[in-house]
C-alpha cells in the first residue's frame, strides 16, 4: 500500500474493528457476519519470554477486546539459567511464564519438549497437529523460521506443519525477536499498532527475571517497536510475516 490516503483508510477499517493495523480477513470475516463472536488466538514459542517479547502487545490486544488466547511454549525453558539443574530453571521459568500470561490475560499451556534438545519429528509433528485440530483456532503465531535459535526453528516448523495438515484451516502469521541477531531476513506483511499496549507488554516481559528483561529489550526489541511503528504509521507496532498458500486466504480490507 503507496498512497498516503489508501494507507490511512486501511488503518481506520483495521481500527474499527479493534485489533489495530493487522488486516486478518478471518477477523473481519467474524466480525461482520457475527458482530460480538469471539476469536481463537494461538501463540507457539520456544522458551517462556519468546511470545511475550516477540508479540505481547498483540496478544494483549486480542484478549483486551474479548477473544480468548493461549500462549503455547514449545518448552519451559530448561536449559536457560547458568548454574540451575533443569528442573530447578524448570521450575523458576514455568512460574515466570505463568506470571508473564496473568498480565497478559491468556492461558498458558507448555507442550513438553525440552530446551536445548527440542526435536521435530512425526511424533512431535503429531502432537501439534492434534493441538490445533483440539483448539481450532482462528489465529496462530509463531517464530519465524529463518532463526538462529533451532528452538525457535523447532516452534516454528512444527507450526508450520500442524498448519499444513489441520482440516480447519487458521491464519498463521509469524513474529521476529531480537531482530539480526536471532531473526533473520523479516520483511512484515502486516503490523499491530501496540502504542497503547507497550506498557502492558513491558511488564509482562519483566516478569522474566531469570532472562535479564532488560537484557532483552536491550538486544533490540524497544528500538523494534519503534522502528515498525514508525514502518506503520504510528507510535510503537509489532511486525508479522502472513503465511499464504494452499487453502489459506488473507486480504487487506477494502
Given at each position: 500500500m503507496t498512497l498516503k490516503s489508501s494507507r490511512r483508510q486501511f488503518f481506520k477499517n483495521a481500527s474499527a474493528l479493534g485489533i489495530g493495523t493487522l488486516p486478518l480477513s478471518v477477523l473481519a470475516e467474524t466480525k461482520i457476519k457475527n458482530e460480538g463472536a469471539k476469536l481463537k488466538v494461538i501463540c507457539v514459542g520456544g522458551h517462556p519470554d519468546d511470545p511475550e517479547s516477540g508479540c505481547g502487545g498483540t496478544l494483549t490486544k486480542f484478549s483486551t477486546a474479548g477473544h480468548e488466547v493461549k500462549v503455547v511454549y514449545l518448552t519451559r525453558g530448561e536449559a536457560g539459567i547458568e548454574g540451575k539443574s533443569h528442573s530447578e530453571a524448570s521450575a523458576i521459568r514455568t512460574k515466570e511464564a505463568e506470571a508473564a500470561c496473568k498480565i497478559l490475560n491468556v492461558k498458558s499451556y507448555f507442550l513438553g519438549q525440552v530446551d536445548g534438545n527440542t526435536e521435530v519429528?512425526?511424533?512431535?509433528?503429531?502432537?501439534?497437529?492434534?493441538?490445533?485440530?483440539?483448539?481450532?483456532?482462528?489465529?496462530?503465531?509463531?517464530?519465524?523460521?529463518?532463526?538462529?535459535?533451532?528452538?525457535?526453528?523447532?516452534?516454528?516448523?512444527?507450526?508450520?506443519?500442524?498448519?499444513?495438515?489441520?482440516?480447519?484451516?487458521?491464519?498463521?502469521?509469524?513474529?521476529?525477536?531480537?531482530?539480526?541477531?536471532?531473526?533473520?531476513?523479516?520483511?512484515?506483511?502486516?503490523?499491530?499498532?501496540?502504542?497503547?499496549?507497550?506498557?502492558?507488554?513491558?511488564?509482562?516481559?519483566?516478569?522474566?527475571?531469570?532472562?535479564?528483561?532488560?537484557?532483552?529489550?536491550?538486544?533490540?526489541?524497544?528500538?523494534?517497536?519503534?522502528?515498525?511503528?514508525?514502518?506503520?504509521?504510528?507510535?510503537?507496532?509489532?511486525?508479522?510475516?502472513?503465511?499464504?498458500?494452499r487453502n489459506s486466504v488473507s486480504m487487506i480490507l477494502p
Open positions: 519429528n512425526n511424533e512431535w509433528i503429531t502432537k501439534m497437529t492434534e493441538l490445533m485440530q483440539n483448539e481450532k483456532p482462528d489465529i496462530v503465531f509463531t517464530h519465524w523460521p529463518i532463526d538462529s535459535h533451532k528452538d525457535h526453528q523447532a516452534a516454528s516448523f512444527l507450526t508450520i506443519q500442524a498448519w499444513m495438515r489441520v482440516k480447519k484451516k487458521f491464519q498463521l502469521y509469524f513474529f521476529e525477536v531480537c531482530a539480526g541477531d536471532q531473526t533473520m531476513m523479516f520483511h512484515p506483511t502486516d503490523y499491530v499498532d501496540i502504542t497503547k499496549e507497550q506498557e502492558t507488554k513491558r511488564k509482562a516481559l519483566y516478569c522474566h527475571t531469570s532472562q535479564d528483561p532488560a537484557g532483552i529489550y536491550a538486544c533490540g526489541h524497544e528500538m523494534m517497536e519503534k522502528f515498525r511503528g514508525a514502518e506503520a504509521g504510528v507510535t510503537a507496532a509489532e511486525g508479522f510475516i502472513c503465511l499464504k498458500g
